[in-house]
């Protein structure tokens, strides 16, 4: 689920859950927040509309932005694809998806 995610996520950035749905552009949140995304939009197949709600409503735009973000950091950021792929192992062992 979304929620799942979301701790997973949070627990994984050492961040909180509460944080990654506030509006703050800190980059210690937004990145985490950016991923959730991504792996919410991965994994459940979501909307990109029921994404930004799920994130205090933001817009779907934005949801999209975050989900090129993170493809763009995996690219160019071999630590961040290792989190990321991590992150895709702990959900698929959690979920069985």
């Known amino acids: 689920s979304v929620e799942e995610?979301?701790?997973i996520v949070a627990?994984?950035?050492?961040?909180?859950?509460?944080?990654m749905r506030s509006s703050s552009r800190a980059k210690p949140i937004v990145?985490?927040?950016?991923?959730?995304?991504y792996l919410i939009k991965k994994?459940?197949?979501?909307?990109?509309?029921e994404i930004g709600k799920a994130f205090g409503g933001k817009d779907h735009t934005t949801v999209m932005n975050a989900i090129d973000r993170v493809r763009n950091l995996q690219a160019?950021?071999?630590d961040?694809?290792?989190?990321?792929?991590?992150?895709?192992?702990?959900?698929h062992n959690i979920?069985?998806?």
């Not at 994994?43 to 509309?49: C, E, G, I, Q, Y």
């Open 43 to 49: 994994v459940l197949d979501k909307s990109l509309v």
């Open 76 to 78: 160019s950021d071999s």
């Open 5 to 7: 995610i979301l701790k």
């Open 11 to 19: 627990e994984h950035f050492d961040v909180r859950v509460h944080d």
């Open 80 to 91: 961040m694809a290792k989190n990321i792929e991590e992150l895709e192992t702990r959900i």
């Open 31 to 37: 990145v985490p927040r950016q991923v959730a995304m």
């Open 95 to 97: 979920t069985g998806v």
